[in-house]
Structures are given as structure tokens and as C-alpha cells.
């Protein structure tokens, strides 16, 4: 009895060749291994963004709930912001 399903998948081009790659330099012992490690990092990745939202983003609004004298609208954040982008482009 298999203690782990299969899947048979399809992959582009490129990502087939990298996946490859990755077992052929030694970073992974298999095809499949590469897979849940690149599964993992999009599981890492979305708990980080699901943590953000429930905990900065949550409490933000709390916040502009609490006093939204605080708020600032979109166009008053622009401006604020405008002088930074312009320098930012500037140095670039």
C-alpha cells in the first residue's frame, strides 16, 4: 500500500527544465521533492499575508474606526506621497 498519493502533472517548459535542474545539481533528491518545497514556500507565503491582513490591516481599520477624524482621503495621501515618487523616479 502506497503511503503517499500521486499526481501526474503537466509543467511548462522552462519550470520542467528547472525542476530538473534543481535534482541535478544536488539541491533536491527528486522531482517531487522540488514540487512540495515550491508548495511550501506558496503556503509560507500565503500564512504571512493572511497573518498581515488579520493583524496589520485589521487594525488599521479598527483604528480609522475608532477616529476617523484620522483618516486621510486618497488625494491627500497622493500628494503627501507625490513628492517622494518624483525624487524616487528621479534617482533611478
Known amino acids: 500500500m502506497q503511503s503517499t498519493p500521486q499526481f501526474s502533472i503537466s509543467l511548462p517548459n522552462e519550470t520542467a527544465d528547472a525542476v530538473r535542474a534543481k535534482v541535478a545539481s544536488g539541491e533536491s533528491a527528486t522531482e517531487g ?42 488625494a491627500k495621501g497622493g500628494a503627501r506621497l507625490a513628492p517622494a515618487h518624483m525624487q524616487a523616479a528621479e534617482e533611478s
Open 33 to 74: 521533492e522540488v514540487i512540495c518545497e515550491g508548495l511550501r514556500a506558496v503556503m509560507a507565503r500565503d500564512q504571512a499575508v493572511e497573518s498581515w491582513l488579520r493583524k496589520g490591516v485589521s487594525s488599521a481599520y479598527e483604528a480609522r474606526k475608532a477616529s476617523p477624524s484620522r483618516a486621510v482621503s486618497v
